[in-house]
Each structure stands twice: as structure tokens, then as C-alpha cells.
């Protein structure tokens, strides 16, 4: 994973981008609409490429940019969609479903607030460099009935909770935060593949140091749950209180994960 990491930091400082876009594929393609975000460079083309790409074409697309920084932007993107491709009453359905999952999730916690304090709770984009999820992740634990550890929750100009961006920190950042539950959730990466990258840092001392700090340690598919800010979060909030808390019935059940 430093690899990698190093990699990325060398690519984005020399081209500014990790991708080329494939401009005569989309002229072919014809899209009436074009999603984007432009939350984060890393994980995908960003807003002014796409933005310049529709400006050349005829009819020009519309581009919705999408770039949530919270559980409620994430839900009015399904809204924006929704609306922008003509199926408004299907996505407040769906809108409605998500809600009805976070308000479930919201009350079981509250009962368990009532008999001990919140569970510390970090949650790890990255491990080799360390890296802490920000935007979502600070409310998901919030509302998980957990309290967030290296990144505090703050508000927005909406009056939002939210995270800040994911952030590096150290081995000794972990240690003196005393976590009750560790969750990494490596971004881009399926279980399977950060199982292994766990095991290629099993007998690193800094690794050694922060399993033994933490009680509990989770691994889970930061890929396709955690990282991505769509209506999946919604399961990645089931999850975090149902692991967090030890209740089963509230974890999604095709949600890959592991206790170490």
C-alpha cells in the first residue's frame, strides 16, 4: 500500500490527475446526462475535464456534480438524479426507504446510549500511510452512536454535520487515541485485497502497536461501501452500529468484513 500511495502522490504532482479521459467514446455515446464529482482527485476525472468535454458537444449534456461531504447531501443527490433523469417519484421513493433504514439504525443506538457510554470508534481509509476517512465518516459513527477519534465532526455553512477531508496520521496518533473498535475500510480495496495487505504488515512494529492498542480490530470492502458516496452509506451505517454495538440483526448481510 505505501507503494501505491507513493505512486499517486508522484502522478498527481507531476500530471495533476491520475486519468485520461477517452473524449471521441463519450461524443459516440451521446449522454443526455453526465455524472461527476469533484470531491476528491484521486478517485475520479475531474469536474472541469467533463465539463469542457460537454461543452463541445452537440446536443450538450447536461453534467450533475455530485460531490457529498455528508449523510444529507448524499441524500439529496438521489433527489438531483432522480430529477435530472426524468424519474423524480421513483427517487423519492427511494429517498424515502433510505431515511426510513437511517431512522432505524438511530433509534436502536439510542437505546444503547441509555445503558453505557459512546464506543471510540476510528475508521481507517488507509494503512500504510495511515489515513483517517473524513466527510461522511465523523457522522456515520456519529449516528452509529459512536464517537468519532482523529476526525472531529464540524458544521457547514447548511448547518450540516460533516467530516473534514481524510487525513494522514501516525501510529502513535492511534495509540494515544485509545480506540474501542478499529474499522479500515482501505479505499478501492475489496476484502479479499486488503486482507492481504494486511498480512504483508503483520509483523510491522507500528502495525503490532496499534493492534495491540485497539481492543477490536474490522476490516471490511471499502471499495464498494465505505468510500463511495451514494445510498450504500446507508449500509455502511448499519454496519458501523451493528458491529460497533454487537447487534447482528443490524448488519447488511452480503457486507464483506472480517474481525481480526
Not at 23 to 34: G, Q, Y
Not at 86 to 97: T, Y
Amino acid at each position: 500500500m505505501a507503494s501505491v500511495d507513493k505512486q499517486v502522490v508522484e502522478k498527481m504532482k507531476d500530471l495533476g490527475t491520475l486519468y485520461v479521459v477517452d473524449k471521441s467514446r463519450i461524443e459516440a455515446l451521446a449522454p443526455d446526462v453526465i455524472l461527476t464529482q469533484d470531491l476528491c482527485r484521486v478517485c475520479s476525472v475531474d469536474l472541469m475535464t467533463v465539463e469542457r468535454i460537454a461543452q463541445d458537444m452537440h446536443p450538450r449534456p447536461a453534467v450533475l456534480n455530485l460531490s457529498p461531504a455528508c449523510m444529507e447531501d448524499m441524500l439529496d443527490n438521489v433527489t438531483e438524479v432522480g430529477n435530472a433523469i426524468g424519474l423524480s417519484a421513483q427517487a423519492a421513493e427511494c429517498k424515502r426507504l433510505l431515511e426510513a433504514r437511517i431512522a432505524r439504525v438511530r433509534s436502536a443506538v439510542e437505546q444503547c446510549a441509555a445503558k453505557q457510554p459512546r464506543l471510540r470508534v476510528l475508521c481507517l481509509d488507509w494503512i500504510n500511510p495511515y489515513i483517517v476517512g473524513g466527510h461522511w465518516m465523523p457522522q456515520i459513527v456519529d449516528w452509529a452512536g459512536g464517537v468519532s477519534l482523529l476526525s472531529p465532526l464540524v458544521t457547514d455553512a447548511q448547518g450540516r454535520l460533516r467530516g473534514e477531508g481524510a487525513k494522514r496520521v501516525l501510529s502513535e496518533d492511534i495509540v494515544a487515541a485509545k480506540p474501542d473498535i478499529v474499522i479500515i475500510a482501505a479505499c478501492g480495496l475489496d476484502l479479499d485485497t486488503l486482507r492481504r495487505e494486511i498480512d504483508n504488515i503483520s509483523d510491522n512494529s507500528e502495525w503490532l502497536a496499534v493492534r495491540t492498542a485497539a481492543p477490536r480490530v474490522v476490516i471490511c470492502d471499502g471499495h464498494h461501501y465505505f468510500n463511495r458516496p451514494g445510498p450504500r452509506l446507508v449500509d455502511t451505517l448499519e454496519f458501523v452500529a451493528g458491529i460497533t454495538h454487537k447487534i447482528p440483526a443490524l448488519i447488511p448481510p452480503d457486507l464483506p468484513f472480517q474481525e481480526l
